[in-house]
């Protein structure tokens, strides 16, 4: 007889290696998904500064917060909230990058503001991942004050051209099928104890990653704000060997495309195609999204600084930030989902919000 313990955490979540869910998504968003953020890219292979393409690319990655419900003005709505806080968040983390005793509250409080945002409106992963990932990668970007406004404004111009695909991509939705009831938003006394315990866990993950002297430090809040994402401990568990596996095997992946010294043109082709692999996989099988969400954020940060001898280094760097923030994930899960902490927390949240005007 097969002991309940192992089964529920080692033989089903492997299991689900091998399980695939049905799409409910349409076949043709993943199409306008890898367009709107693959096109920056391209332009900037044409112009001859990939670099600011890649950067152009971070901030269209907010066409994943477009809703597939409600009327076109509350779905815009949504989008453009995503996109200043992607512009904001970016601009903050650039200009704390010049005075780091601001790292660790900065991360707090921007993963504060974009959990309570994505809770309160229930948007769906990756929710306020990528606004997030915009901010921590500005923390460690070594950018003159002087080239702050340029960085600035070539990931407003993403947000901008991921806005007008959205928008385009919303009215095709609505013209072919019935407009959905927008989500109800949560109550905020509901969504607040958790939020805090997950921006506090993601700003400890960077102290840790900070601690230990790691070379990218913000990859690992990544992790950590991913697997957090769960709704119970198991889907947590799960997730967190699915981005383990994932990440071990894109890796290889991330290897052979660095490897290969693709044109400028290529990379841009290449994050379509790994794009359009994502938003086809991430709903069917996370654990295969990830082989290839792995190499597209190594591309998008780290690709116009890589030297052909550091590939190596950076593929074993990536996968062990990525160990390190599952299992903060994992122990920030546990600390989310204990009924000891959540109640003596709601007595705190309670008396936070009593003097709110909310």
């Not at 959905?180 to 990653?209: H, K, Q, Y």
């Amino acid at each position: 007889m097969d002991n309940p313990i192992t089964h529920q955490y080692i033989k089903h979540p492997l299991t689900t290696l091998t399980q695939f869910n049905r799409n409910p998504r349409p076949w043709h968003m993943p199409l306008f998904v890898a367009f709107a953020i693959s096109f920056p890219v391209m332009v900037g292979a044409y112009l001859g500064d990939l670099r600011m393409g890649l950067l152009a690319s971070l901030g269209a990655m907010v066409i994943l917060n477009l809703p597939y419900t409600g009327l076109l003005l509350s779905r815009m709505t949504t989008v453009l909230a995503c996109s200043f806080g992607m512009v904001a968040c970016f601009a903050v983390g650039l200009v704390a990058h010049n005075v780091p005793i601001l790292t660790i509250p900065l991360m707090f409080f921007v993963t504060f503001w974009c959990t309570l945002f994505s809770r309160y409106y229930k948007l769906p992963p990756p929710a306020g991942l990528f606004i997030i990932t915009a901010s921590a990668i500005a923390l460690f970007m070594p950018a003159p004050v002087s080239q702050i406004p340029q960085l600035i404004g070539v990931v407003a111009l993403g947000a901008l051209f991921a806005g007008m695909v959205a928008c385009f991509y919303a009215l095709l939705l609505i013209y072919n099928k019935p407009v959905l009831p927008v989500n109800t938003p949560m109550p905020v006394r509901e969504i607040l104890g958790d939020t805090l315990i997950v921006s506090a866990f993601i700003a400890l993950s960077l102290l840790l990653a900070l601690w230990l002297e790691m070379p990218k430090p913000y990859w690992v809040p990544m992790s950590c704000y991913v697997i957090m994402q769960g709704m119970n401990f198991q889907s947590i568990w799960i997730k967190q060997i699915h981005r383990i596996v994932g990440t071990a095997i894109g890796m290889l992946l991330a290897w052979l495309l660095l490897s290969v010294h693709l044109s400028d043109m290529g990379v841009a082709l290449g994050i379509f195609g790994m794009m359009f692999c994502i938003e086809t996989f991430v709903v069917r099988h996370y654990g295969v999204a990830v082989i290839f969400i792995t190499p597209l954020t190594i591309f998008l940060a780290e690709y116009s600084a890589v030297q052909p001898t550091a590939i190596s280094e950076i593929i074993v760097t990536r996968f062990w930030d990525t160990v390190l923030g599952c299992l903060m994930g994992v122990l920030g899960g546990i600390v989310i989902l204990s009924p000891i902490v959540r109640q003596k927390l709601q007595v705190i949240v309670d008396k936070i919000v009593a003097k709110l005007p909310i």
